[in-house]
Nanobody, 124 residues
């Protein structure tokens, strides 16, 4: 079993930055690929970024590429999402997720564990 707890959300003006954190606990958390998803009001949950278990490979949705950076510190069992140049359309609840299968899976149904989410609101 793996538990994920997100933090770092908040209200920011367009053009600003935020860093989200996801603290993982449980068995073998450093062996999981990790990802960030987001869900805006009235919309489906969508993939944002993914990082391999080693941190050596990352993958981004086109909508965030060049603005967001995913990273991890396995010694601290924590995954981060640095979000720069934020736009109002980035407003959503952001979720951390863990996948025991390596690769570049972006479907919600591929992930085994989820956090409770953290709200990010970007004002114009």
């Amino acid at each position: 079993q793996v538990q994920l707890v997100e933090s770092g959300g908040g209200l920011v003006q367009a053009g600003g930055s935020l860093r989200l954190s996801c603290a993982a606990s449980g068995r073998s958390t450093s062996t999981y690929a990790m990802a960030w998803f987001r869900q805006a009001p009235g919309k489906e949950r969508e993939f944002a970024a993914r990082i391999s278990w080693s941190g050596g490979m990352t993958y981004y949705a086109d909508s965030v590429k060049g603005r967001f950076t995913i990273s991890r510190d396995n010694a601290k069992n924590t995954v981060y999402l640095q979000m720069n140049t934020l736009k109002p359309e980035d407003t959503a609840v952001y979720y951390c997720a863990a996948d025991r299968v390596p690769g570049w899976r972006v479907s919600v149904t591929s992930y085994d564990y989820w956090g409770q989410g953290t709200q990010v609101t970007v004002s114009s």
